[in-house]
């Protein structure tokens, strides 16, 4: 079983509509990414955390994408106005270091928009 | 081109073959990770590299960070092993690169 806990497994949501998904990363790892992986298996880096701060995050998670890693609560990835292009799976991971140090990966959450 | 090259695409083995994975990078990076996703999308860690070679029951990892290469081994191929396949390097910038993939399937 995964130390990295996502949920829910699986979101169908309406064009239009608002996506939440959370994360905990696992015990002890201050660093959180979150990672899109498309159809064709293709990942994409959108923010990652150190604590509760954002290091670095891509243009389209500034627009219509938001996250957040608050203290004593699971970090959440939240598409305000969901599109058909947002389906995918959301994939959660943490990190003892972030950089130079192995992830552990969550189960996902798979989005459907329809 | 491709921060990083996996080859091959797919792979079909028969049970008890061996075979590798190889993936190619295009900028010296710092460490790679193999994953094996299953059917229902979990990323499985195989190994975490930083340099040299590891290796686990039937699967060995090599890391070259010079050669810009790793390669993934499995022995004795098993009908569990089948799922998809990644290497993902970490640029040293705080977020990793990932391959596009090997579909391995096993047939019995």
């Known amino acids: 079983n995964s130390k990295v806990i996502q949920t829910p497994r699986y979101l169908v949501k309406g064009q239009g509509q608002k996506a939440k998904m959370r994360c905990i990363p696992e015990?002890?790892?201050?660093?959180v990414f979150w990672y899109q992986q498309n159809k064709n298996n293709e990942f994409k880096f959108l923010i990652n955390?150190?604590?509760?701060?954002?290091?670095?995050q891509i243009d389209m998670t500034e627009k219509r994408f938001s996250a957040e890693c608050p203290s004593n609560s699971p970090c959440s990835l939240e598409i305000q106005s969901s599109e058909a292009g947002d389906s995918a799976l959301y994939l959660c991971?943490?990190?003892?270091?972030?950089?130079?140090?192995?992830?552990?990966f969550g189960s996902g959450t798979r989005l459907l928009v329809i | 081109g491709m921060p990083v090259e996996q080859n091959p695409p797919a792979l079909s083995l028969y049970e008890g073959a061996d075979s590798g994975l190889r993936c190619n990078f295009s900028?010296?990076?710092?460490?790679v990770q193999w994953f094996q996703q299953n059917h229902r999308g979990r990323l499985i860690t195989l190994f975490y590299?930083?340099?040299g070679t590891k290796e686990n029951g039937r699967l060995k990892s090599t890391f070259n960070s010079k050669e810009r290469y790793s390669t993934l081994h499995i022995k004795d191929a098993q009908l569990e092993d089948s799922g998809t396949y990644f290497c993902?390097?970490?640029?040293?910038?705080?977020?990793?690169?990932f391959g596009a993939g090997t579909r391995l399937k096993v047939i019995a």
């Open positions: 993902a390097a970490d640029t040293g910038n705080y977020k990793y690169v």
């Open positions: 955390f150190q604590n509760q701060e954002v290091l670095q």
């Open positions: 015990k002890g790892h201050p660093v």
């Open positions: 991971a943490s990190s003892p270091r972030g950089a130079n140090s192995d992830y552990t």
């Open positions: 900028t010296t990076m710092k460490s």
């Open positions: 590299l930083a340099q």
